[in-house]
């Protein structure tokens, strides 16, 4: 009985200390991919959540930017961005090597929350390395890495070919106001 109990509690440390390290490994992933630091103890600790599938949350969803209209994000609110170098038929994503330490690619999740895009648009691709990256209307989605703070949208435009996803998939375009100034 004794070696039973002692297995078990063994198991039960062995599984809470996977969680913790997949947790840790998800913040840095987080943090590599989006160039900022982790979020000061405002979300709860790896132990009390009881995996780290339950800890992060994956999903799409849009906001209001005031100079772009309605963009896409990632549930956290990071702006996501097409690559027009990709191809969204079939779905191909071209950004590798440095282009990712720039551009970090969204991964796909099973299950995911969507809100304010139209469930039909979001898909996935399998990457040269058999990774799955989320798509928008058949385009491959990043994150841009200078993007420092939740909300911007810095790589808009970025060389012509990087460009905010609207909830259609298509790329944002500076909304515009009174025509009567120039546009200044």
Do not use: H
Not at 117 to 145: C, E, H, M, S
Not at 159 to 180: I, L, N
């Amino acid at each position: 009985m004794r070696k039973m109990i002692l297995t078990l509690a063994v198991a039960a440390a062995a599984a809470l200390s996977l969680t913790a390290c997949d947790s840790i490994d998800l913040t840095k992933q987080d943090q590599a991919a989006t160039g900022a630091e982790a979020p000061a103890a405002t979300e709860a600790p790896a132990a009390a959540a009881p995996s780290s599938a339950a800890a992060t949350v994956a999903g799409v969803k849009v906001r209001d930017d005031a100079t772009l209209g309605k963009v896409v994000t990632d549930w956290k609110g990071w702006t996501l961005y097409r690559f027009e170098k990709d191809t969204p038929k079939p779905p191909k994503s071209t950004c590798e090597a440095d282009c990712l330490a720039k551009w970090p690619y969204v991964p796909y999740a099973e299950n995911m929350k969507i809100e304010g895009v139209d469930q039909k648009l979001i898909g996935r691709v399998t990457r040269a390395d058999g990774a799955l990256q989320l798509t928008i209307n058949g385009w491959p989605a990043y994150r841009f890495a200078g993007d420092a703070k939740v909300g911007e949208t810095k790589g808009q435009g970025v060389g012509g070919v990087w460009f905010a996803f609207t909830p259609e998939g298509k790329k944002a375009q500076a909304v515009t106001g009174d025509s009567g100034n120039g546009g200044y």
